[in-house]
């Protein structure tokens, strides 16, 4: 199928998700870059983006990626700041600015509207309980690996997610799991470029651009796991 195929067979609901997903994430980005020297006030930014997004999505699929956002966003913020995997210019409290938890949750929810818009999903299609404990497991495998090891040995690391990365991938073997990885590997290190040009945090060791090495397979295997 070309892209122009592809085009004409997006349905007015997809096309509007899709742009939906298009505005909310420049959104986003765009007032953390603008706003991050004053905290509370970008955490009601983020607030009032989160809200946008349950008004047009609100299932209880949609509440759960939610939920699953502020759960498993700012944990892995709480351990890589005490870590120095990375380090925010303006903080709130514990070393965090006050909207990464508002703008979490709005992260698993915008990647897996973006996924169902471009292959949708079957509705018959129910997630299982070992997907469930998969999701888990990568989360309670790599946010220690990233705090422990991203700083002093970015290659390993970068290449200790990858092959979780295809474990996950070869045990799901659905063709919609490496959409989803592929978004997030790819949409997460760009959606921080500006942020991180701006100084809004930081990398100790960046790589390139100001980002890590790690940071592609990171993103899609947290990503990954988060939707889980």
């Known amino acids: 199928m070309t892209f122009r195929e592809f085009v004409s067979a997006l349905t007015p609901a997809r096309r509007a998700d899709l742009l939906a997903v298009a505005l909310l994430t420049a959104t986003s ?7 991050f020297r004053a905290p509370e006030w970008c955490a009601a930014l983020m607030l009032g983006t989160l809200g ?4 047009r999505w609100h299932t ?3 509440l759960l990626l939610a939920a699953s956002g ?10 890589a700041t005490s870590q120095g995997l990375w380090r925010y210019a303006y903080t709130t409290f514990n070393g965090l600015p006050l909207w990464v938890f508002t703008l979490w949750p709005l992260v698993p929810l915008v990647l897996v509207r973006l996924t169902h818009a471009l ?14 404990l998969m999701g888990l497991g990568i989360l309670a495998t790599e946010i220690p690996m990233l705090a422990l090891f991203g700083t002093n040995h970015a290659a390993e690391t970068t290449l200790a997610t990858g092959v979780l990365m295809a474990v996950a991938l070869a045990t ?4 919609r799991a490496v959409l989803m990885l592929l978004l997030s590997g790819v949409l997460g290190p760009l959606s921080e470029a500006l942020p991180v040009m701006l100084g809004v945090w930081s990398y100790p060791s960046p790589f390139a651009f100001g980002l890590p ?14 939707v889980r």
């Not at 502020?70 to 351990?79: H, I, K, M, R, S």
């Open 29 to 35: 980005v765009g007032g953390v870059s603008l706003a």
């Open 119 to 132: 292959l949708p999903p079957s509705p018959a299609r129910v997630s299982a309980p070992s997907e469930l």
């Open 70 to 79: 502020l759960c498993a966003g700012p944990l892995l913020e709480l351990v």
């Open 60 to 62: 209880a699929l949609d």
């Open 52 to 55: 946008l997004a349950l008004w």
């Open 213 to 226: 090495m790690w940071l592609p397979t990171g993103y899609a295997l947290f990503g990954f796991a988060v």
């Open 172 to 175: 799901v073997r659905s063709p």
